[in-house]
């Protein structure tokens, strides 16, 4: 090879990082591995359609869809404020946003707990009013947006920071006005971390279990969804082993389909 030729991609590593490489590689997809390994092909469609399963199915699917929607009408003004605010402003704001990242899921749910629990101020005024948030189906859609939340946020903000101002101001010398240009130049601006922050949101949501086993409990049909079924089933309790290794398996393909929908959505979007 001659000195003007580019070396191939990894040609200056070391080649011994390969072997602790492979070895990081196998701890990650070998344990996966081993949950289909488990997997009874032969009950695998009596398994996720038994009662139990499709009750967790259906109310993970429904509160991550719930849980998505107000993700997005939240995130989206969160998003655009901190992409648009001064960078001392937009630092502090970022970091606010990333803490539930951060955070054990059961502290999130305890912190919820606190906050709409009757004893609690928030949840004494919401008893006046006849509502009770904990240990409810509502109590699973908060506890998803919490934990889901800062996905969508930090993608469209991402976003949106990247693609700049110069559009937006722009358009304003044209003599647009805000509105028009929130609809027509920054929202399709940040379509692309839209999309994506959308379809990670869902994913955690419905992946979703310590905030959710704190705060909403583990009533089926209620409150325990697919996380908690699974948990609830190598407990001895519950749906059957099998069917929480159906349900493992499910969880484990829809997270699969979601990551390779962001990498192939990134690769074929214009940059």
């Known amino acids: 090879m001659t000195a003007a030729e580019p070396r191939a991609p990894g040609g200056t590593l070391p080649p011994i990082l390969v072997v602790p490489a492979l070895l990081g590689l196998a701890l990650l997809v070998v344990p996966l591995g081993a949950l289909v390994g488990r997997m009874e092909w032969a009950n695998l469609?009596?398994?996720i359609t038994s009662p139990e399963a499709i009750d967790a199915l259906l109310l993970s699917l429904g509160?991550?869809?719930?849980?998505?929607?107000?993700c997005t009408v939240l995130g989206m003004p969160l998003a655009l404020v901190i992409a648009r605010a001064r960078p001392g402003i937009a630092g502090v704001l970022r970091v606010l946003v990333t803490v539930p990242l951060v955070l054990p899921p059961?502290?999130?749910?305890?912190?919820?707990?606190?906050?709409?629990?009757?004893s609690s101020p928030v949840g004494e005024v919401l008893a006046t009013w006849g509502i009770t948030l904990p240990f409810t189906t509502a109590a699973v859609v908060l506890a998803q947006v919490f934990v889901a939340l800062p996905f969508?946020?930090?993608?469209v903000e991402g976003s949106l920071r990247t693609s700049g101002v110069e559009y937006e101001n722009t358009a304003?010398?044209?003599?647009?006005?805000?509105?028009?240009?929130l609809w027509?130049?920054?929202?399709?601006?940040?379509?692309?971390?839209l999309l994506a922050g959308v379809i990670l949101c869902f994913a955690r949501a419905?992946?979703?279990?310590?905030?959710?086993?704190?705060?909403?409990?583990?009533?089926?049909?209620?409150?325990?969804?697919?996380?908690?079924a699974i948990y609830t089933a190598f407990n001895g309790a519950g749906v059957g082993q099998g069917t929480a290794v159906a349900l493992s398996l499910l969880l484990l393909v829809t997270s699969l389909v979601v990551l390779l929908l962001v990498r192939g959505w990134r690769q074929g979007a214009p940059r």
């Open 63 to 70: 509160t991550g869809g719930i849980a998505t929607l107000v």
């Open 152 to 155: 969508l946020v930090l993608a």
């Open 172 to 181: 304003a010398t044209l003599g647009a006005g805000r509105w028009r240009i």
């Open 45 to 47: 469609w009596a398994d």
């Open 184 to 193: 027509r130049v920054t929202l399709p601006l940040a379509a692309p971390g």
């Open 206 to 228: 419905i992946g979703e279990f310590g905030a959710t086993a704190l705060f909403a409990g583990n009533a089926p049909g209620v409150t325990q969804t697919m996380p908690l």
């Open 106 to 118: 059961m502290v999130g749910g305890v912190a919820l707990l606190f906050l709409f629990g009757r």
